[in-house]
């Protein structure tokens, strides 16, 4: 059987290839940080990188290294179970609270991703009488999670209050019971930023729940980052946060749904990538909490990013380089054609830089692009080679 199989999913493949649209794995052979060893599919060496969710730096940092060394002693390596069964440890309820009081809200509840944070959130709070609002650029994990549930889905252009209004009437049109906005904070391939006050007045005109999917965006946007709730003045106004443990704190894993506190209760006893998931890993759980104590005094972590971004967005304008506006970490550079964003990554690579060209389905057609994202570990010297090689690998794009 699988012999007429293998032949389909080998054609698939190939079309990938000739289509521009292969997406091939390097290698690294050093902890994440602002320069890694490429040690296989690319240039040997040492190379700027340019492409990771490390936002504030956090992923080698010594404090949270020695943090999760500690808790292997302490904690041991994994739970072999599920929450509910015997895999709840007093470092998972700390994190839990000290997760609640950092975003402001009543509760929190830990999944391995927040990939299935996402996916157990619609299913858990919406049936078939109820209606869910979903921006058209949410993250995929966000859609999926829609999927799996019976409620009504509506659409509404990227960042479009106009549209959000009407799919909010038409909800309620059909006699949804439970209405739910649902927004990334910060859209992964364009960094652009939701209008989270704007989405809150309107959730609150028209009887509906907001949730915000904030893994772009905790940890280093707002005054205290604390996200994109923060910064827009509505923590109190939000019912629903789900973000990652994965990039800015600190680039491990994990995932998490800080909410309402019957919310929260519910997702424990109804929620199935928690009840049906292993537990989070103690030291992943631990060396969060040192990267939270970190977040307290890390306004100089926010200002070298906010300034390492201001400077590549600006230099790389002045180049002549189409990028999407903003003032995000988040850095696209539009190259629009698949093939071409693939090639300018190579020739990145062979000049030191580390970057992905991103290409469909990631991204739409025609909007390839290779997604810049600055780090405050980077430093003003990394930011202006960076430029300097994209210009150098354009030129080298079109002899």
């Known amino acids: 059987m699988f012999d007429s199989v293998r032949d389909d999913l080998r054609t698939t493949l190939d079309e990938i290839r000739a289509a521009g649209l292969h997406k091939p794995e390097r290698v690294i052979g050093t902890p994440q940080s602002a320069t890694v060893a490429v040690t296989a599919g690319g240039r040997p060496g040492e190379v700027l990188n340019f492409c990771a969710n490390n936002y504030l730096g956090l992923a080698d940092h010594p404090e949270v290294v020695a943090a999760a060394h500690q808790a292997l002693d302490r904690w041991g390596y994994g739970m072999a179970s599920v929450r509910f069964i015997c895999g709840t440890q007093e470092v998972h309820k700390e994190l839990e609270a000290r997760l609640s009081s950092f975003l ?184 969060s909490l040192k990267v939270l104590d970190l977040l307290e005094s890390a306004g100089d972590l926010r200002d070298r990013l906010r300034a390492n971004t201001a400077l590549f967005r600006s230099r790389m304008t002045d180049e002549g380089f189409d990028i999407l506006p903003g003032d995000h970490a988040i850095a696209p550079v539009m190259i629009g054609d698949a093939s071409e964003a693939g090639r300018m990554a190579e020739l990145l690579l062979e000049r030191g830089v580390y970057v992905i060209g991103f290409s469909y389905p990631v991204v739409p057609q025609g909007q390839a692009r290779i997604r810049v994202q600055l780090s405050a570990a980077h430093s003003t010297e990394d930011v202006n080679r960076a430029v300097d090689a994209f210009v150098a690998a354009r030129a080298a794009l079109r002899d």
């Open 104 to 287: 402001g809200q009543e509760d929190t509840i830990l999944y391995s991703s927040c990939f299935d944070a996402n996916g157990g959130v619609f299913e858990t709070l919406l049936g078939p009488e109820d209606a869910v609002i979903s921006d058209a650029l949410n993250h995929a994990s966000i859609i999926d999670g829609i999927r799996l549930s019976k409620a009504r889905r509506f659409r509404y252009a990227n960042r479009d209050m106009a549209d959000l209004e009407q799919q909010l009437k038409e909800a309620a049109d059909g006699g949804a019971r439970r209405k739910l906005i649902v927004t990334d904070g910060v859209f992964s391939m364009d960094g652009y930023v939701a209008p989270l006050d704007e989405i809150c007045d309107l959730a609150e005109r028209h009887d509906a729940m907001v949730m915000v999917d904030d893994s772009h965006a905790v940890g280093f946007v707002g005054p205290g980052g604390r996200g994109t709730p923060e910064l827009h003045g509505v923590m109190d106004r939000v019912d629903i946060i789900t973000g990652t443990l994965g990039k800015a704190l600190g680039g491990a894993s994990g995932g998490y749904v800080a909410a309402r506190a019957e919310i929260v209760a519910l997702l424990r006893q109804r929620s199935r990538p928690y009840l049906f998931s292993n537990t989070l890993a103690p030291v992943i759980a631990a060396a």
